[in-house]
Nanobody
């Protein structure tokens, strides 16, 4: 499956952005989908995931309440709604897909099989 992320940009602190990740070349409903981010000089970190069976969602504890992951199966698209953005949210955001990931692996970047190219989010006044 190929993933194409978009929607990044420059936003002021307190603002909102919605990222999109379009999947192609595979059966979308067969994949769990995730979002990760990587700030300069830091490791890639888990942001949110949505599992293929049932669509249950999981979040990094520090982001609960501000970020929401969702999916539109007919459009093969995964979204990340980001609200109340802070400067520390500045990073390149990546979407990921996996057909076999289990719950205990969700937050581990190396467990995901497919990655998009990333979209830059800059939170600054």
């Amino acid at each position: 499956v190929q993933l194409q992320a978009s929607g990044g940009g420059l936003v002021q602190p307190g603002g909102s952005l919605r990222l999109s990740c379009v999947a192609s070349g595979g059966t979308f409903r067969a994949y769990s989908m995730g979002w990760f981010r990587q700030a300069p000089g830091k490791e890639r970190e888990f942001v949110a995931g949505i599992r293929r069976n049932g669509g249950t969602t999981h979040y990094a504890e520090s982001l609960k309440g501000r970020f929401t992951i969702s999916r539109d199966i007919p459009k093969s698209t995964t979204y990340l709604q980001m609200n109340s953005l802070k400067p520390e949210d500045t990073a390149v955001y990546y979407c990921a897909a996996s057909s076999g990931i289990i719950l205990s692996q969700l937050r581990i970047a190396s467990s995901w099989e497919h990655w998009g190219q990333g979209t830059l989010v800059t939170v600054s006044s």
